[in-house]
């Protein structure tokens, strides 16, 4: 079994191939998109809509986002980031201004479990196979094409935020807002170079 992936590593939009050996393959295997559909999905729509000639909308599907032009009033759209200490709060930890771009938010925050002390993601770790154990509970990644966003901030969740930024930095028109559990309990936000141009109203950046 072959499967041709694209998007993340050996550096982000690098084409790989993944190889499946026969023993390795069960009846029945699928393999899930799950982590890219969504963002895949508001592209399309996006695609969609600038051939039917709209020039200004914004497309959200499950959290992730795609922008083309602006708001009725003739600025940016604008798109909040749920507070990971308080999902249910209507109020966001961060907003975001965005113009032509796309926004992708994956967070570990409501779909997680504790086993023996032990907090684990609902994602799989790669690396090991198993759910990822992290201190990050939300990343959102801000591309020009929301799969891409969108692949990126699930694997954000697994990577530690300095590889994360890392990663960003070495990507053209891609930035990131990362928050994490501190051990005091409380949230550290970390964040890529280029994020706050896009951030309305910051006023607690902190450095990394």
């Known amino acids: 079994m072959t499967v ?7 550096r982000p939009g690098a084409l790989r191939w993944v190889f499946l050996s026969q023993p390795a393959v069960i009846d029945g295997m699928k393999i899930d998109l799950g982590a890219v559909a ?4 508001a592209d399309q729509a996006v695609i969609s809509l600038k051939n039917d000639g709209i020039k200004n909308a914004l497309v959200e ?3 992730e986002v795609r ?3 602006t708001n009725k009033g003739g600025v940016p759209w604008r798109v909040g980031i749920t507070n990971p200490q308080d999902p249910r709060s209507p109020v966001p930890i961060k ?3 965005i113009s032509n771009l796309a926004a992708a938010t994956s967070g570990s925050y409501e779909n997680f479990f504790i086993a023996d002390g032990i907090r684990y993601s609902h994602i799989i770790d790669p690396r090991t196979g198993w759910p990822a154990q992290t201190d990050v509970v939300s990343a959102t990644v801000t591309a020009l094409e929301c799969a891409a966003a969108d692949a990126l901030a699930t694997a954000f969740l697994v990577l530690p935020p300095q590889e994360s930024i890392r990663i960003c930095e070495e990507t053209e028109d ?4 990362i928050i994490s559990r501190a051990q005091n309990g409380k ?5 890529s170079s280029g994020i706050k141009k896009y951030l309305v109203g910051d006023n607690d950046r902190q450095a990394d």
Request: hydrophobic fraction near 45%; charge should be negative.
């Open 4 to 10: 041709m992936a694209t998007g993340i590593g050996p």
């Open 38 to 41: 969504k963002g895949y999905a």
């Open 61 to 63: 599907i499950g959290g």
């Open 67 to 69: 922008a083309i032009g």
């Open 95 to 97: 907003i975001f201004e």
């Open 174 to 177: 891609t930035e990131t807002l």
């Open 187 to 191: 949230i550290a936000f970390h964040y």
